[in-house]
């Protein structure tokens, strides 16, 4: 496969942001930020984007901000801060519906991975409010991207920083074919790459082989990275790969897989394209998953 895998952008992964880590741990600095009359408020409803009316995510004045919510430090472009407030809600429902990723997946890339990042670290705190060593309440720190169990208002002292849970997905070639597969949940005939969570203490190469071998029954080798996506439902970070198998012989995992196929070239293509026709319909154009496909169309061209 000779295709740049710098070229690949997928939704979410196109941040322009400083992160500012150097504003947000010195606090006079912080502050600072916050009163500069240029910085931006991105509006959320929960945890869900406001739109404006051409369609992009909209913004306030940072002054706007409720005094009884903490601000969150997206980053500083051009010497203006943005910043979302932490406000607390932590439920939209088990992730967010197709039609909104769909609409995300239309916005500039830049809004797209801004939208990421305040998604996961909003919904972060709101699901982190207690210290995880002694049970205290934990505040806000470091501009939003820590919680402090405070010493000295009795807890621990203990510092809680955000977490993404990496997540593997990855196809298999066998024979010029590539494997797909469909979950339960997914509509009639959408078929994707499969995928599954890092375990503690196992490298990205390990998780391709040991998901595929319980996912599908097959042995990989050949493990290859692509591309990574943030993927804010509710805070993962999408690692593609592409792998081989000489043995094209499935068992699935039917609790996990309801079912899986190997498709060829023009299978794909024709999937891709929107055929009616197609085997399958491919996965939305802002998922991961699609980037990964095109990969290994374009490697064989």
């Not at 903490?70 to 932490?86: K, R, S, V």
């Not at 000295?152 to 955000?162: I, Q, V």
């Not at 590539?178 to 005939?189: I, M, N």
């Not at 792998?243 to 070239?265: C, H, K, N, Q, R």
Request: glycine letters at 8%; hydrophobic letters at 40%.
């Amino acid at each position: 496969m000779s295709i740049a895998r710098n070229t690949i952008v997928p939704t979410f992964a196109g941040g322009t942001l400083d992160r500012a880590d150097q504003v947000r741990v010195n606090p006079d600095k912080l502050r600072a930020a916050m009163m500069n009359p240029r910085a931006k408020l991105l509006k959320l409803d929960g945890l869900n984007p406001v739109f404006d009316d051409r369609g992009e995510l909209a913004w306030g004045a940072a002054y706007e901000a409720s005094p009884d919510h903490d601000l969150l430090l997206l980053g500083i472009e051009d010497d203006t801060p943005f910043f979302a407030e932490l406000n607390g809600a932590g439920d939209a429902g088990p992730a967010a519906n197709r039609a909104l990723w769909q609409t995300l997946g239309g916005l500039p890339a830049d809004q797209a991975a801004i939208y990421a990042t305040a998604r996961s670290l909003v919904d972060w705190h709101a699901r982190h409010k207690f210290c995880a060593q002694c049970g205290k309440p934990t505040e806000s720190r470091k501009g939003g991207w820590a919680r402090l169990c405070d010493s000295e208002k009795d807890g621990c002292g203990a510092e809680h920083f955000p977490r993404t849970d990496p997540v593997a997905i990855m196809l298999s070639e066998c024979e010029g074919k590539v494997l797909l597969g469909r979950q339960p949940r997914f509509p009639p005939k959408s078929f994707s790459a499969l995928a599954g969570f890092l375990e503690p203490g196992e490298s990205i190469e390990g998780c391709v082989k040991r998901e595929l071998f319980e996912e599908a029954g097959i042995h990989v080798h050949d493990v290859r990275y692509v591309a990574s996506q943030p993927w804010p439902f509710p805070s993962s970070l999408m690692i593609a790969c592409t792998s081989v198998t000489d043995d094209p012989t499935l068992t699935l995992d039917e609790e996990e897989i309801e079912e899986a196929a190997w498709f060829s070239l023009d299978e794909v293509k024709a999937a891709m394209a929107g055929d009616p026709g197609a085997l399958f319909v491919a996965p939305p154009p802002f998922a991961i998953a699609y980037n990964l496909l095109k990969h290994w169309v374009d490697g064989k061209a």
